[in-house]
Nanobody, 123 residues
């Protein structure tokens, strides 16, 4: 099971760090991605980190503001979000899959999803 945490209410320009943790298994073998979904909107890709940590990808809308990383010793994947904007407000999910490609897989390829953590950015 995956569990996303670290969300909260922050003012525009602020920062949050989301964590994705696995229970009952190690994340070491898995590629992990972050998605977000705002009310009434579709779920959007945000960030990806490959199983080795060497391959990462970010949505254009968050490049230069967000970074994704993993700490296999702690069995966690992080999404560091800086310079937050009101349009970043959404429910953020982490997802994991066994994947060895250099590019992120399709959302339907992820086998495990966390329950989501709410991020609210006030203007």
């Amino acid at each position: 099971q995956l569990q996303a945490s670290g969300g909260g209410l922050v003012q525009a320009g602020g920062s949050l760090r989301l964590s994705c943790a696995a229970s009952g298994d190690t994340l070491r073998r898995y590629a992990v991605a972050w998605f977000r979904q705002a009310p009434g909107e579709e779920r959007d890709f945000v960030a990806f980190v490959g199983w080795s940590g060497r391959n990462t990808a970010l949505a254009d809308s968050v490049k230069g503001r967000f970074t994704v990383s993993r700490d296999d010793a702690l069995n966690k994947v992080y999404l560091q979000m800086n310079s937050l904007k009101p349009e970043d407000t959404a429910l953020y999910y982490c997802a994991a899959t066994i994947w060895y490609g250099n590019y992120p897989p399709e959302p339907t390829d992820y086998n495990y999803w966390g329950q989501g953590t709410q991020v609210t950015v006030s203007s």
